[in-house]
């Protein structure tokens, strides 16, 4: 058996859980999502649900992880054995494999945004311009085609090199760059014509927007946006120290994740409105709009380079904990070596990627009643697999792990949190499974559907 990694300081693990958790999900998915779901009102869902669900999830998380030290499935088996918990951990491999297939797709497009920009190809073009050759380039087939394997080419050339050397180097000097250059650009934007629009689309909630398709939608984006519910954070919980203070990573963590959020929305929205782009164009959305930000900035060149080149590291980042799910499970489990494991794992995600890759192509036959292949598998795994794997991971940290070996994980053997603990140790139990199944079953129609 190999020997497992370990992060090797506080900041080393809050820069790779926070390079798993930032990625496409914050500068990509959450604009478009809460784009289609009337912004400011989806916003304020998706910030109470963070706080008050997801943090207390990623806790959850953590716990077992680093109780069992063991991949996400084998976590299930050291922790309660000879039971069907086991299955959790299955879906969760599960669920890492659909997101990946479609992940790498737009971590292609990241890339091929980044050649774009270094060609400076978006300078001096109109919305309209830039808009024909994305699409045009969505349409061609071949070529996502190509960045998505050269995307899974770099992931797997990144995590080859391990835990420690491999994703906790790159990750440290390059989440803090992302977030500056964010800001700077959520500063510009603002200064646009018209970009008080985007901000009122921000900020200004419309409660009749509300249904129970949105409030899933926004569980569904926490959960995705922060990697939960499918073992990626029972894997890097199993690499925390025992002397690490999971509660202390968990908060900086999340808030990261949330700022990082709210800044692409700043960022966004208001270029969305000033350049009369659609607020719910779908996956399109950033791609249609960074361009034309870049395109009106000065020094706007540079900056896209930079920008583009950093996406595609967040993506990275991310995409290496979702393939780490993966290959922790089948080093530890099936006994299959590193190398070989990443290998077998980044083929079938270049096969299902290419298919995801190809459903974008209009009229494409890669579709369920007239859902792209790809918008399947994103929104599966976000608003059904996610959700129920976070239902039975707090199911089980709550009722099934030893309330003591719970506490003991959290609070470092009472070192610090006592006071917080039975708070989220009563929102694990009780509070967060109503939510979810309500939720859930709401969704699936069973109360027929909310207004
Ligand atoms: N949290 C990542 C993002 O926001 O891009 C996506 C993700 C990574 C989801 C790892 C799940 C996961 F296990």
Redesign the pocket.
Known sequence: MEKRGSFGSRFGAVAAVGG???????IW?FPYIAGENGGAVFILIYLSISFLISIPIMLSEFSIGRAARRNSMGAFTRLAPGTQWKWVGYAGILT?FI?LSF?CVIGGWAFEFLKESILNQFQGKTPDQIEASFKGFVACGWRPIIWTVLFIIASTAIILAGVQQGIERYTKILMPILFILLLGMAINSLTLEGAQKGVAFLLKPDFSKVSGSTVLQALGQSF????LG???MITYGSYLRKEEKMMKVGALVALS?ITVAILSGLAIFPAVFSFGINPSSGPDLVFLTLPNIFSQMSGGHLLSIVFFFLLFI??IT??I??LE?IVAYMTEELHITRKRAIAYTATAICITGSLCALSMIPDSILTIDGKSLFDLCDSLSSNIMMPLGALFIVLFAGWVLSPIRLRNEMTNHLQYGITIFPVIRFMIRFVIPVVILLLFLNQVGLFGRLP
């Not at 798993?20 to 914050?26: F, K, R, Y």
């Open positions: 798993s958790v930032i990625g496409l999900g914050n998915r890492a997101i992940y995705f946006s922060m990697s499918m073992g990626a994740d967040a993506a991310s995409s904990s979702l799910v």
